[in-house]
């Protein structure tokens, strides 16, 4: 009885000293924190990558016997889909919450960002005065027509800014804009954010709609090419006129699954990556900003500036997300 015992708590003691993760993020900042975490407090941490709707899938299959306790993913568009399929459940945490906005987290607690992401104007040096550029909504201007490089529709980071431009200037409005942009489009939208920047190098078309984050992996790439690529783009902060609301942000954000097993140690988790230790290596390895007030960017970063946000509650961008797409396919933005 006595060996039973103990093993039964040997068991329940290796239970707990995890934690699973699901994330869409693939970068070496979060390596170097998954083995920090397990290094400070023990807990091991299980690790299950996949692309966002592979991740979100496989949750609402698994359903209460998913072994995942946390997901970790990008753009809020994604985290409220999650939280609005009941795939997350709300945490308290006194730390989360006097360190992260009230803007960047579920108002409930169901997700909390930990990095930022600016969705800015690059442009190339050559071609582009910046003192020409102003705001996301001059790109539908007929001066740009066959200037602007961008993702295609598909991207939930466009689908995130167009969400952004409805909640803050109606429908309307915001369908003149996408129709306008599409019209001003140096090609037929392919390939990623560094695709665009690659190709503003290369001479097509003049300011590209891209994250913040890219410049810094390209400007850090061990490709020659690509490191060329950087040196050529310009970066620049939209919507910064006094009247103006600031320039789209995004989020990396995590939130504890609604059926979570190890709930204490994926809490624990997530204070960790909010942690100014972690959000260190977010902002000098990713090139992220810090979601955590109080925790300054990397010298790149703040290289690039210091620049008014938008402070629209990003719950926002989910919420419009639908119309959004609905929008782009209207208009021909595909
Ligand atoms: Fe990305």
Redesign the pocket.
């Known amino acids: 009885m006595k060996i039973f015992l103990s093993m039964v708590i040997l068991f329940v003691s290796i239970e707990a000293n995890e934690v699973n993760i699901y994330t869409h993020r693939h970068y070496p900042s979060d390596e170097i924190l998954f083995k920090k975490f397990t290094g400070k407090t023990g807990i091991k941490v299980n690790v299950v990558q996949a692309n966002a709707d592979q991740i979100m899938k496989r949750l609402e299959e698994e359903g209460r016997y998913t072994p995942a306790d946390i997901l970790l993913t ?1 753009d809020v568009g994604r985290l409220t889909y999650a939280k609005e399929r009941g795939l997350l459940q709300p945490i308290h945490s006194k730390f989360l919450e006097e360190v992260i906005p009230i803007n960047l987290r579920d108002r409930d607690g169901s997700w909390f960002a930990v990095t930022k ?1 600016a969705r800015v104007l690059v442009y190339n040096i050559d071609s582009v005065d910046p003192k020409s550029l102003s705001t996301y909504e001059s790109l539908a201007n007929k001066e740009y027509k066959g200037s602007i490089l961008t993702q295609s529709s598909s991207s939930i ?1 466009n689908q995130s800014l167009l969400a952004s431009i409805i909640a803050h200037s109606g429908r309307k409005e915001a369908k003149a804009w996408a129709g306008g942009v599409r019209s001003n489009f140096a090609r037929k939208p392919t390939g990623s ?1 560094r695709d665009q920047m690659r190709a503003l190098a290369a001479g097509i078309g003049k300011v590209a709609i891209v ?1 913040t ?2 410049v810094g992996q390209l400007l850090n790439s061990k490709s020659f090419s690509d490191k060329a690529v950087a040196q050529m783009i310009g970066i620049f902060f939209p919507n910064q006129g006094e009247n103006e609301r600031g320039t789209h942000i995004n989020i990396s954000g995590v939130g504890v699954t609604k059926y979570a097993k190890h709930r204490e140690n994926a809490i624990k988790f997530i204070e960790f990556l909010c942690s100014p230790e972690a959000q260190k290596v977010f902002t000098s390895v990713n090139y992220e900003y810090p979601a955590n007030k109080n925790v300054a960017p990397s010298k790149l970063l703040q290289s690039w500036g210091s620049f008014k946000e938008d402070s629209i509650e990003l719950y926002k961008l989910g919420q419009y997300n639908a119309e959004a797409v609905k929008i782009f396919n209207e208009v021909g933005w595909y």
């Open positions: 990008v992401r980071y954010d994250n984050y890219y």
